[in-house]
Structures are given as C-alpha cells and as structure tokens.
C-alpha cells in the first residue's frame, strides 16, 4: 500500500487524537504517531474510565 496522508499528528496524549478525529472527518488522510507503549484497554482501564466515554 502506497498511502501519503494529508496531516500527520504527532502525540496520542490529550490532544492528538481529538485533532486527528477532527481531521478524518473532514475528510482528511490522518496519521497519528505515538512514541508510547501499546495499552491494551482491557488491562488498563476500568469499567468506570469506559462508560465516562458515553457520558461526554
């Protein structure tokens, strides 16, 4: 695959993945480059941390 996006957003943190949401959905090729380690949600985040996502 020969892919050249139209934004590149460095940082997962915060910020990053909001500003790259926005992006994709203007329509926009985003990649999105994290330094971190991988977390498996299902290991690192409880119950509680995943329906605050519905509450937002």
């Known amino acids: 695959m020969n892919a050249s996006p139209d934004a590149i957003v460095v940082g997962a943190g915060g910020g990053g993945p909001v500003v790259a949401k926005e992006l994709a959905e203007q329509g ?10 991988w977390l498996d949600p299902d290991q690192h985040f409880t119950r509680l941390e995943d329906d605050m996502g519905s509450i937002i």
């Open 28 to 37: 926009a090729k985003v990649l999105l480059l994290e330094a971190g380690p």
